[in-house]
């Protein structure tokens, strides 16, 4: 019994020593958790919205408040001309926009009833849907609270329209997430074993005692991968043309060049990888562990963004898949062109160097 005692002393001072064994026994389980508890939810919170009053009158500026005083709705402006829904929509920055015509309380209190338009961004189905059934259901109970008090009922019909997915298909929203995960998972995992792989074989040695230079070196390792990485994204978009009946309404040229720049930073952030690892092993597990839960979770492909809390919010900012998301929506749904997606472009492009830098930056070039 007192060897059992001894060797379990042993191999508690073994876990305790080894920061790698203790991460995964305490880090993973509470990051997950957070991550899950706070990332996965299907109710949506806080949608950026615009108003359109054409009616001005009590009965609208009623309801605008009810939508302003609910959690689930953040009012951004009040629209002057129904032609600015498109542009707003186009920016990327509102999720819904409700319109009320003119005479929308005269049409309620001499006809019973009257109707106003609800547009939401359908590129998102699931979003769409939850969105515009949580405004039918302000007005519903507005309208109930209005024939309390009446011998007639009224009846507000807010009438649908989805913009950029009318038949709420799924393919929308699921193949720009799938594009993303797929590079970036197949780079970042190919690429990060690739100089691993030589310092278990040994040959690294003679990498270092040739005449080209660390960064060839490091080209040298990245270029096969974005090539093979390039069919995969042809692959990908046939698929989705012809067997999913997505077409691409943007310029299928800018949509590829964006698609290279993800790859690019992927193998980027692949090579950073493997050079602060020393194993295959643990080049893969950060590779997977680092990349697909945060391309699951944060990127706003599965959950909404501006459900989370600020904190992860402000996390998600560093996770690329975010950003190409975005643009691949803008380009393969809305048909935006360059001046839409400047932004993420730069991001995209600001995260491949730093991410080259400091691979070039821990590259050795002598064994220890």
Same mark, same amino acid.
């Given at each position: 019994?007192? &060897?059992?005692?001894?060797?379990?002393?042993?191999?508690?001072? &073994?876990?305790?020593?080894? &920061?790698?064994?203790?991460?995964?026994?305490?880090?993973?389980?509470?990051?997950? %958790? +957070?991550?899950?508890?706070?990332?996965?939810? @299907?109710?949506?919170?806080?949608?950026?919205?615009?108003?359109?009053?054409?009616?001005?009158?009590?009965?609208?500026?009623?309801?605008?408040?009810?939508?302003?005083?609910?959690?689930?709705?953040?009012?951004?402006?009040?629209?002057?001309? *129904?032609?600015?829904?498109d542009a707003a929509f186009k920016t990327g920055k509102i999720k819904l926009a409700v319109v009320f015509p003119a005479n929308f309380n005269t049409d309620l209190l001499h006809l019973n009833k009257t109707s106003l338009q609800v547009i939401a961004d359908a590129s998102d189905p699931n979003t769409a849907t939850t969105l515009t059934s !949580?405004?039918?259901?302000?007005?519903?109970?507005?309208?109930?609270?209005?024939?309390?008090?009446?011998?007639?009922? !009224? $009846?507000?019909?807010?009438?649908? /329209?989805?913009?950029?997915?009318?038949?709420?298909?799924?393919?929308? @929203?699921?193949?720009?997430?799938?594009?993303?995960?797929?590079?970036?998972?197949?780079?970042?995992?190919?690429?990060?074993?690739?100089?691993? /792989?030589?310092?278990?074989?040994?040959?690294?040695?003679?990498?270092?005692?040739?005449? %080209?230079? *660390?960064?060839?070196? +490091?080209?040298?390792?990245?270029?096969? !991968?974005?090539? =093979? $990485?390039?069919?995969? =994204?042809?692959?990908?978009?046939?698929?989705?043309? !012809?067997?999913?009946?997505? *077409?691409?309404?943007?310029?299928?040229?800018?949509?590829?060049?964006?698609?290279?720049?993800? +790859?690019?930073?992927?193998?980027?952030?692949?090579?950073? +990888?493997?050079?602060?690892?020393?194993?295959?092993? $643990?080049?893969?597990?950060?590779?997977?562990?680092?990349?697909?839960?945060?391309?699951m979770l944060l990127s706003g492909y599965l959950f909404p963004i501006e459900n989370m809390p600020i904190v992860l919010q402000v996390i998600s900012n560093i996770v690329p898949a975010r950003w190409y998301y975005i643009i691949v929506k803008d380009i393969m749904l809305k048909g935006l062109g360059f001046s839409y997606i400047w932004k993420?472009?730069?991001?995209?492009?600001?995260?491949?160097?730093?991410?080259?830098?400091?691979?070039? /930056?821990?590259?050795?070039?002598?064994?220890?």
């Amino acid at each position: 019994m007192k &060897q059992l005692l001894s060797f379990i002393k042993k191999e508690f001072y &073994q876990v305790f020593r080894d &920061q790698k064994t203790l991460v995964m026994l305490f880090g993973m389980p509470i990051a997950q %958790i +957070i991550l899950f508890g706070f990332a996965l939810t @299907n109710e949506i919170k806080n949608a950026n919205i615009v108003v359109v009053d054409n009616a001005k009158d009590i009965a609208s500026q009623q309801i605008i408040n009810k939508i302003e005083g609910s959690k689930f709705f953040n009012v951004q402006k009040t629209l002057m001309n *129904p032609a600015q829904i498109d542009a707003a929509f186009k920016t990327g920055k509102i999720k819904l926009a409700v319109v009320f015509p003119a005479n929308f309380n005269t049409d309620l209190l001499h006809l019973n009833k009257t109707s106003l338009q609800v547009i939401a961004d359908a590129s998102d189905p699931n979003t769409a849907t939850t969105l515009t059934s !949580y405004i039918t259901s302000i007005v519903n109970d507005y309208q109930s609270q209005l024939s309390q008090n009446s011998s007639l009922p !009224y $009846s507000i019909h807010p009438e649908v /329209r989805m913009l950029y997915n009318p038949d709420l298909r799924g393919a929308p @929203n699921f193949v720009p997430g799938v594009m993303a995960m797929v590079l970036l998972l197949v780079c970042v995992m190919m690429t990060s074993v690739s100089i691993v /792989r030589e310092k278990e074989l040994g040959t690294m040695e003679i990498l270092l005692v040739s005449p %080209i230079k *660390p960064v060839l070196i +490091i080209i040298a390792k990245a270029i096969p !991968y974005l090539l =093979l $990485s390039l069919v995969n =994204l042809g692959a990908i978009l046939l698929l989705s043309v !012809y067997a999913l009946d997505l *077409p691409v309404k943007g310029s299928i040229l800018l949509l590829v060049l964006e698609s290279t720049l993800l +790859i690019m930073t992927s193998l980027s952030l692949g090579l950073l +990888i493997s050079t602060i690892t020393s194993s295959q092993q $643990s080049a893969m597990f950060a590779s997977m562990l680092g990349m697909m839960l945060p391309t699951m979770l944060l990127s706003g492909y599965l959950f909404p963004i501006e459900n989370m809390p600020i904190v992860l919010q402000v996390i998600s900012n560093i996770v690329p898949a975010r950003w190409y998301y975005i643009i691949v929506k803008d380009i393969m749904l809305k048909g935006l062109g360059f001046s839409y997606i400047w932004k993420e472009t730069t991001i995209l492009i600001g995260m491949t160097l730093f991410f080259l830098l400091i691979a070039l /930056r821990n590259f050795k070039i002598r064994l220890e």
